[in-house]
T-cell receptor
């Protein structure tokens, strides 16, 4: 999976608790992304980062925050988890430079269940 | 606004037969187009991409895709399907941002 790890791989939590998912890359890519995958919806972008401390919202960012203090780590936080955030979360990386095409490479995913 | 559509939720093909997974897109300019594959309990894996040039793009595992600008399509194809090709396939388009289709589940029947 292109030097990308996600932790934890599985998590069960209760409504109202905070949850942090971690994405770690060894490729030194500039761009990092968080997606959620749900049946019937495909992949939807939550947040992305274009550098250390540089982040922006995706199409489903409500209820989520992110942080990137180092090139290799991108954290996704659910401040107060809800059942609607039960999903599989994928991290992706890419290198968008002149001549490249922003091919994204994905981590193995984190399955989150909110009870 | 840019968009991408995969009109079939599921495609069934007999092993050894040719397969096609359809993708259409809508963007105002010249897009980059991608196909990804997802096996059970795994992340998406890059298969192939179209940037410019030859309309027929070859990728991993014997897959290819044909870019058709007039029909705004980028269908994924393989001449002879294998049971191991059974998976979930995603088309994606990038213009100012990348958008993924909802996925097509491909079943190859032995």
């Amino acid at each position: 999976d292109a030097g990308i790890t996600q932790s934890p791989r599985h998590k069960v939590t209760e409504t109202g608790t905070p949850v942090t998912l971690r994405c770690h890359q060894t490729e030194n890519h500039r761009y990092m992304y968080w997606y959620r995958q749900d049946p019937g919806h495909g992949l939807r972008l939550i947040h992305y980062s274009y550098g250390v401390k540089d982040t922006d919202k995706g199409e489903v960012s409500d209820g989520y925050s992110v942080s990137r203090s180092k090139t290799e780590d991108f954290l996704l936080t659910l401040e107060s988890a809800t059942s609607s955030q039960t999903s599989v979360y994928f991290c992706a990386i890419s290198e968008w430079t002149s001549g490249s095409t922003d091919t994204q490479y994905f981590g193995p995913g984190t399955r989150l269940t909110v009870l | 606004a840019q968009s991408v559509a995969q009109p079939e939720d599921q495609v069934n093909v007999a092993e050894g037969n040719p397969l096609t997974v359809k993708c259409t897109y809508s963007v105002s300019g010249n897009p980059y187009l991608f196909w990804y594959v997802q096996y059970p309990n795994r992340g998406l894996q890059f298969l192939l991409k179209y940037i410019t040039g030859d309309n027929l793009v070859k990728g991993s595992y014997g897959f290819e895709a044909e870019f058709n600008k007039s029909q705004t399509s980028f269908h994924l194809k393989k001449p002879s399907a294998l049971v191991s090709d059974s998976a979930l396939y995603f088309c994606a388009v990038r213009y100012d941002k990348i958008i993924f289709g909802k996925g097509t589940r491909l079943h190859i029947l032995p």
